[in-house]
């Protein structure tokens, strides 16, 4: 019997491969087949659609790399590969300018960067004899659709990599031809049939010939719903890998990576992420957060806080494609030696990026979305690497309920003691003094908290994760707030401090921005304010004078009116008494009511109730 390493051989793949590609593989080193490769190559390179599901890691990129590789050589080179006489020369077709053979779409820019980088490492070892196979980046932001149009017309690549939006940008153009597209890949496909991309993904496919293969791709396709019956895939084939977990039982996480969770009280948890950091044995980590500000917030406090041996980095979607790229490949090249490297970031990050030596994942917070748990944590446990990812809880919370509501979807936890954070009044004394420095600090500190709470209530456990009983105070802490904003959710706050100050309060007004511009410009608002609430003041005061007058005004005008209600009210009482005394003698009660008026016209003066009433006669 075969063992499990050589059924895995390369030799063993249920397909030929182009000559070159199969010993292009050969010197990138990859000795063996990952599950998920040697049963998608085979149906993705002959003539099969697939929708693939398999364990963060397991080498997926590979898995639709080499069929691409395989269709695009097939077409330029013919299936003997061009460098024997078996070529079938009908196959053999120059590829039309203006034309691509395979298009590659992923959600995010780092990672269309990646799989170029991936696809591009393999044509590395394409001999010089052969055509060559190029690969062009479709992404926003660093490169108009006129400069994409101009290289693609120039240089003529056969595989496009890309992000959906420049994508479809650059399909619409006249200069653009799509009917010889053989080949359609969707990584992340969960991802880009969501609701942000699936417009965009749909009509590129739809631009595409009915006739091409498709492949999607992920590690959590099945929350890619219905819409996957819209990409156009003929009869497809699924292919789901997982993993075995220490029980034995089918895990949704590699076997390689370690899933733990601790609780921590909100307020330490920046303190215990430290301490993680400094006392952990590790290479590089990714430390997810939850937004982008809070990325920017943490980063500015972490580097002031200057841990020692720690090199931080910070990734997020606010900024240019050049920069995110830049600090990706600092952060992959950062030396282990001299420093433990940690990137700070989003989601922006979370599926796909393949760096090595990746060993540790924290998140300061579980993911809105579910899925998204599996794509962070395995960032690290790749390609059968040991690595260990921990998520922290909210203490005093439903959170702990997380656990058993991933334990559902395949995903198992262990908990792990929080560590003694003794330096944690130190750690909070600096941060005082940090904010104190600069104003702009604190109000980008109080953008992060706001972003928090408004990012807590879109989880979609909502149940596990309540507004009700989130620790707001503890919260605003871990932010480093000197004072609670003021918001909607702030009734949720059972023991709000007086006036919302976190701490000792301080004056506002001398609460000054170390920016000297910025500064300045604060100062004479603040000048202009304090005149402008000094006239309002003076203005309201005059009001009041002015009211008042009316005010007592209305007051005569309303006891006249109160009067004349009085009046009527007895006046129709009268009337009242009259028509009742009416029935017998018509006549008599007239002239007794003529009589009334005539004695109470006589005695003007002695009832004043009666002269009223009848003044309004
Ligand atoms: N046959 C192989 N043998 C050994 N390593 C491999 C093999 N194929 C791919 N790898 C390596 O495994 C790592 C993970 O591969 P890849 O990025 O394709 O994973 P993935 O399944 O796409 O993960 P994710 O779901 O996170 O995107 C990469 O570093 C890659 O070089």
């Known amino acids: 019997m075969k063992t499990k390493t050589e059924s895995l051989a390369w030799e063993n793949l249920r397909y030929d491969l182009h000559p070159w590609l199969r010993s292009a593989i050969e010197s990138l080193g990859f000795a063996t087949m990952t599950p998920v490769q040697a049963s998608t190559v085979p149906l993705l390179s002959g003539n099969k659609d697939v929708v693939v599901e398999a364990v963060t890691g397991s080498g997926k990129t590979l898995a639709f790399s080499i069929p691409v590789l395989q269709k695009v050589s097939d077409r330029i080179y013919g299936r003997g590969g061009g460098d024997n006489d078996d070529d079938d020369e009908d196959t053999v077709e120059p590829v039309k300018r203006g034309h691509m053979?395979?298009?590659?779409?992923?959600?995010?820019?780092?990672?269309?960067?990646?799989?170029?980088?991936?696809?591009?490492?393999?044509?590395?070892?394409?001999?010089?004899?052969?055509?060559?196979?190029?690969?062009?980046?479709?992404?926003?932001?660093?490169?108009?659709?006129?400069?994409?149009?101009?290289?693609?017309?120039?240089?003529?690549?056969?595989?496009?990599?890309?992000?959906?939006?420049?994508?479809?940008?650059?399909?619409?153009?006249?200069?653009?031809?799509?009917?010889?597209?053989?080949?359609?890949?969707?990584?992340?496909a969960d991802k880009l049939l969501s609701m942000s991309f699936e417009t965009d993904v749909i009509d590129i496919l739809k631009r595409l010939p009915k006739q091409r293969r498709t492949?999607?791709?992920?590690?959590?396709?099945?929350?890619?719903?219905?819409t996957i019956f819209r990409t156009g895939m003929n009869n497809p084939v699924k292919v789901v890998v997982k993993s075995k977990n220490i029980t034995g039982e089918q895990s949704?996480?590699?076997?390689?990576?370690?899933?733990?969770?601790?609780?921590?009280?909100?307020?330490?948890?920046?303190?215990?992420?430290?301490?993680?950091?400094s006392n952990y044995q590790f290479k590089k980590a990714i430390v997810y957060f939850p937004t982008c500000t809070s990325v920017k917030h943490f980063y500015s406090m972490l580097n002031y806080l200057n841990c020692d041996q720690l090199k931080f980095h910070s990734l997020h979607g606010q900024l240019s494609t050049k920069s995110r790229l830049k600090t990706l490949s600092k952060f992959t090249e950062g030396d282990t030696n001299v420093a433990k490297h940690i990137l700070m970031t989003t989601d922006v990050a979370a599926r796909g990026i393949d760096i090595p030596d990746v060993d540790l994942v924290i998140q300061l917070d579980p993911p809105t979305d579910p899925s998204m748990f599996l794509h962070r944590c395995g960032r690290t446990g790749r390609a059968n690497k040991v690595g260990r990812a921990i998520v922290m809880l909210n203490n005093d919370s439903n959170e702990e309920d997380y656990i058993g509501f991933m334990e559902v979807k395949g995903v198992t936890l262990l908990q792990m003691p929080v560590p003694e954070t003794p330096n944690h009044a130190s750690i909070q004394n600096k941060i005082r003094k940090y904010m104190l420095e600069d104003r702009a600090r604190h109000e980008l500190g109080v953008k992060s908290y706001v972003g928090f709470v408004r990012y807590y209530s879109k989880h979609v456990a909502s149940s596990?994760?309540?507004?009700?009983?989130?620790?707001?105070?503890?919260?605003?802490?871990?932010?480093?707030?000197?004072?609670?904003?003021?918001?909607?959710?702030?009734?949720?706050?059972?023991?709000?401090?007086?006036?919302?100050?976190?701490?000792?309060p301080i004056n506002m007004d001398t609460y000054a921005y170390a920016d000297q511009l910025a500064e300045k410009s604060r100062l004479s608002t603040l000048e202009a304010d304090k005149e402008k609430k000094i006239q309002d003041a003076k203005r309201r005061k005059e009001l009041k004078v002015k009211n008042e007058a009316w005010s007592s005004k209305m007051e005569t005008k309303e006891s006249r009116q109160e009067r004349r209600e009085k009046v009527k009210r007895k006046r129709e009482l009268i009337e009242k008494q009259l028509m009742e005394e009416e029935s017998g003698d018509e006549k008599e009660a007239v002239e007794d009511w003529k009589d009334i008026v005539r004695k109470n016209k006589k005695s003007k003066s002695g009832n004043g109730i009666m002269q009223g009433s009848f003044d309004d006669l």
């Open 101 to 188: 053979l395979a298009v590659i779409l992923s959600p995010t820019r780092e990672l269309a960067a990646q799989i170029q980088t991936v696809i591009d490492g393999v044509i590395a070892y394409l001999p010089e004899y052969l055509k060559q196979i190029k690969t062009q980046l479709l992404v926003g932001g660093s490169s108009t659709v006129r400069d994409d149009l101009d290289s693609f017309l120039k240089e003529q690549p056969q595989i496009l990599v890309g992000t959906p939006g420049r994508m479809l940008d650059f399909l619409k153009s006249n200069y653009v031809k799509t009917q010889s597209v053989e080949i359609a890949i969707l990584d992340e």
């Open 464 to 504: 596990i994760f309540r507004m009700a009983v989130l620790d707001y105070l503890g919260v605003a802490k871990l932010y480093g707030l000197l004072r609670l904003p003021k918001m909607p959710e702030s009734r949720y706050v059972t023991n709000m401090p007086e006036d919302g100050w976190l701490g000792e």
């Open 252 to 277: 949704s996480a590699p076997a390689s990576l370690q899933l733990a969770y601790m609780m921590v009280n909100p307020e330490r948890k920046l303190t215990t992420l430290i301490t993680l950091l």
């Open 215 to 226: 492949g999607l791709f992920s590690a959590t396709i099945s929350s890619a719903g219905d």
